[in-house]
């Protein structure tokens, strides 16, 4: 069994960052993607980023020049580095681990944006 644990999320004004972490334990897995993701109260959960095993990333056209997603395939983790932060932002942010066969998620972390 894999466990992912977000850390990072909390609450910010307008304009300042915070950075996401995610990482994996428990069985190992070949890993061919590495995502965060977000829902919104009373919205459907979004791509937020992507980063695949070779290293291609992808972006929501709303965090593309302000979010920026890593991974460390060898520590079996993913950042998401979140600058100028908008209110729009608030959610909670959840990471996602896929391999060819499975896919985990994380539990979630609130992540609250004020004007």
């Known amino acids: 069994q894999v466990q992912l644990v977000e850390s990072g999320g909390g609450s910010v004004q307008a304009g300042g960052s915070l950075r996401l972490s995610c990482e994996a334990s428990?069985?190992?897995?070949?890993?061919?993607?590495k995502g965060w993701y977000r829902q919104a109260p009373g919205k459907q959960r979004e791509l937020v980023a992507e980063?695949?095993?070779?290293?291609?990333?992808n972006y929501a056209d709303f965090v593309k020049g302000r979010f920026t997603i890593s991974r460390e395939f060898a520590k079996s983790t993913v950042d998401l580095q979140m600058n100028s932060l908008k209110p729009e932002d608030t959610a909670v942010y959840s990471c996602?681990?896929?391999?060819?066969?499975?896919?985990?998620w994380g539990q979630g972390t609130q992540v609250t944006v004020s004007s």
């Open positions: 428990g069985s190992t897995f070949s890993v061919i993607a």
């Open positions: 980063i695949l095993r070779g290293g291609r990333t």
């Open positions: 996602r681990m896929s391999g060819v066969f499975s896919t985990y």
